[in-house]
Every structure is written in C-alpha cells, then in structure tokens.
C-alpha cells in the first residue's frame, strides 16, 4: 500500500500543525513542523548572537549542529545538539524574529534539503509556507490552509496563554500580520497556494471538520484510507 505525502501549507495560525498532526496520527504517518526548524535556527541566532545578515556565519552553524524532531505524546520536542528547546522557540521573541531567518536563502537551502530527506519514504504529513510549491512539489496531496487574521490571532493568543506566556490580543494580531506580510511578499519561496491545492478555509470550522476533509482528500488519491 502505497505511502502517501501530504503537504499542508497556510499563513501563521491558520490551525495547521493541529490538524497535521491528528490527519498524521490517524493515518499512522510521520507529522513534520518545519516551521520549527525555522524557529530552532531563529532560537540558535539568537542564542550564539549572530545577526542575520551574517548568513554564512549562521549557515556555517545550521550545518555544524544536531537539529532534531521528534513526536511525543502529541507534542513536536524540537532539539538543538540535544538542547531541548520545544518552549523556547514559541516565545514572542523567536516568533517576530523568524520571518527575517526564514527569508535567508542559504539556511532555506540546508533545511528544505532536511526536509525532503524527512520525507524520502512518504507516509508524511508535513506542514509550512513553501511544502506544495518548493520542498515536495510531486506531494500526493497539497493543502491550502487558511482563516481571517481575526481567529488566527485569537487562536495564537489563546495558545501562549494556555503555555502562561502573557500577551496582549492586540500584539499578537500586530505580530501575525506582519509575519503575513513578510511571508507572502519575500523574494525566495513566498507563501502561496499552488493550483492544484485544496484551499480549507477553517474560519467557523472545527477541527475534526478540517482533519475529515483532509482525509478525504487523501482518501480520494489513493482509495485505500
Ligand atoms: O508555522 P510557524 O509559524 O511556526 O512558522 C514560523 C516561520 O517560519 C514563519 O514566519 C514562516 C517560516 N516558515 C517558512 O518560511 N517555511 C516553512 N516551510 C515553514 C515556516
């Protein structure tokens, strides 16, 4: 039985790593943040203090290091030469610097190649900006995520609230739109929908509603889930 390859892309809060990882989970696949490594790589800037604009320098320390994904108990534990940094890269901080780390050519290039090696066997669900249109352009089955900047602000801030980070509504909408901005308008793999994606609008859907229209988009591509 043939091992499919969904690719799940949308703008920030868009509800794509919950409904990637339970369509993962309830079709036994591997789910894969990439927007984690992208926030791990913002998290190792950050803490080595190099600047963005010194590239090399911070490629030169993407390839040194052991950056590692790994699913537990429904939680991605994200880790750095085995420092385990799953809270640390969802900080407001990590969150407004990421857009810039992620619009660096060079570090695109050393993650995409991780991520399509992730994938290389299929039976993957993967989520980020640039899965359907760059990392795995021959997907089975491509995702177009999306809801109004409203409830993906809301959805965030009750996020980071659960987690006892204490943000405001208002700059979190603030922060989601300029990520928006910077992630759709950069030069290098902007966020886009393919034409052959399914676009989910989840603005007034459920979760369950949303994962069962991606099982069935699976289901339609292979007739065997
Ligand atoms: O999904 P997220 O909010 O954790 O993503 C963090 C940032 O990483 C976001 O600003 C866009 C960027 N990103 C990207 O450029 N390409 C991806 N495949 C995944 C994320």
Not at 90 to 98: A, C, G, I, L, Q
Not at 119 to 128: E, F, N, P, S
Not at 156 to 177: M, P, Y
Not at 196 to 220: H, P
Request: aromatic residues 4%.
């Amino acid at each position: 039985m043939k091992k499919l390859t969904i690719a799940i892309d949308g703008p920030a809060g868009a509800g794509k790593s919950t409904v990637a990882q339970i369509a993962a989970r309830c079709l036994k696949y591997t789910y894969i943040d990439t927007g984690a490594m992208y926030r791990a790589v913002t998290w190792l800037a950050m803490t080595r203090k190099i600047s963005p604009q010194n590239s090399q320098a911070l490629t030169d320390e993407v390839c040194k290091v052991d950056l590692k994904l790994e699913l537990v108990e429904d939680k991605t534990m994200v880790y750095v030469d085995g420092i385990d940094v799953t809270e640390q890269i969802r900080t407001p901080e990590v969150s407004r610097k990421v857009a810039e780390i992620a619009q660096i050519p060079e570090i695109r290039e050393v993650l995409i190649l991780k991520q399509r090696e992730m994938a290389r066997l299929g039976g993957v669900v993967m989520d980020g900006r640039d899965i359907s249109s760059c990392v795995l352009p021959d997907a089975d089955v491509k995702i177009f995520l999306t809801a109004s900047i409203e409830e993906r602000a809301k959805r965030r801030w009750q996020e980071l609230i659960s987690t006892g980070v204490n943000v405001s509504l208002k700059n979190i909408t603030h922060d989601i739109a300029s990520r928006d901005k910077k992630d759709y308008e950069r030069e290098i793999a902007p966020l886009k929908q393919v034409p052959d994606a399914m676009l989910i609008d989840t603005t007034g859907l459920t979760i369950e509603d949303t994962v069962q229209r991606i099982l069935d988009a699976c289901k339609e591509r292979s007739g065997v889930v």
